[in-house]
């Protein structure tokens, strides 16, 4: 299981939950909107991660959120790592 490529595939994992959330937050600040003072915003994938707005203004780190999407993150990679680790006929050493 330390094969090259389970640790490429374990790395290469983790590119595709963070693209995820960094198109979350930059269409979060796209779609936040001006003319709607008791509106909120979040932004996550595939859990929301943090919220913001209301009438009062409010920032807040949605933990259950947070915690589940590094779940979800470690889970993709691990799996990711392991489907390109059985690829390999003979694992590098």
């Known amino acids: 299981m330390r ?3 389970f640790i490429v595939g374990f790395v290469a994992g ?3 939950p963070a693209a995820a959330n960094l198109y979350s ?3 979060m600040g796209a779609t936040g909107r001006a003319d709607c003072p008791d509106c909120s915003v979040s932004f996550g994938f595939p859990f929301p991660l943090w ?3 209301g009438f009062v203004g409010v920032s ?3 933990w ?3 915690l589940a999407d590094a779940l979800v993150a470690v ?3 691990l799996l990711l790592g392991f489907l390109l680790s059985l690829t390999s006929k ?3 050493q």
């Open 3 to 5: 094969s090259k490529r």
């Open 60 to 62: 807040d780190v949605l």
């Open 75 to 77: 889970g993709a990679r």
């Open 14 to 16: 983790f590119a595709l």
């Open 64 to 66: 259950g959120g947070l």
């Open 25 to 27: 937050y930059l269409r």
């Open 90 to 92: 003979t694992p590098y």
């Open 51 to 53: 919220v913001r707005g």
